[in-house]
């Protein structure tokens, strides 16, 4: 019913910037809180950011002042804008959103991921 799709990864030197998108399609009425988590290979699924149907964000520490997290709901799309990219934050990033349907019932929705790589 509900489909995310990312887009936006891809390989870049540390230092630099990346952008990633999520837009959400189907039978959708509306959209509550929306986030990007990553998986490292041999680590657990982290939040990276989230943000509420309100606009109100919140961001995993070692992404303060580096990451940003947006919306636009006319769109039904999360951004995520990454800058001062390390090495560290190499992983693939998924986004996640609580998907009000058609029907009234709540869907926790995931993005397939994108490969962010971040390397000399």
């Known amino acids: 019913q509900v489909q995310l799709v990312e887009s936006g990864g891809g390989l870049v030197q540390p230092g630099g910037s990346l952008r990633l998108s999520c837009a959400a399609s189907g039978s959708i009425f509306s959209i509550n809180g929306m986030g990007w988590y990553r998986q490292a290979p041999g680590k657990q699924r982290e939040l990276v950011a989230g943000?509420?149907?309100?606009?109100?964000?919140n961001y995993l520490d070692s992404v303060k002042g580096r990451f940003t997290i947006s919306r636009d709901n006319a769109k039904n799309t999360v951004y995520l804008q990454m800058k001062s990219l390390k090495p560290e934050d190499t992983a693939v990033y998924y986004c996640?959103?609580?998907?009000?349907?058609?029907?009234?019932?709540?869907?926790?929705?995931w993005g397939q991921g994108t490969q962010v790589t971040v390397s000399s």
């Open positions: 943000i509420s149907g309100g606009g109100r964000t």
């Open positions: 996640n959103a609580e998907v009000v349907v058609i029907s009234r019932a709540i869907l926790n929705s």
